[in-house]
């Protein structure tokens, strides 16, 4: 899931500066990364 996530950022903040004004997009990709961080490097639990 983690490595499906991560390419995901980049295409997400090139939509959001597409619809959207840039000064949200740091609290928006922000949650996203909270997730991907969630999932630590794979070897098991979750990042602290």
Known sequence: MR???APLIDA???VW???S???GLPD???HIE???ASY???GGAPAA
Request: aromatic share 4%; glycine share 20%; charged share 30%.
């Open 12 to 14: 997400y903040k090139e």
């Open 40 to 42: 630590g490097d794979g």
């Open 34 to 36: 909270r997730t991907l």
């Open 17 to 19: 500066l597409a619809r």
């Open 3 to 5: 490595a499906g996530l």
């Open 21 to 23: 004004r840039p000064g």
């Open 28 to 30: 928006s990709v922000a």
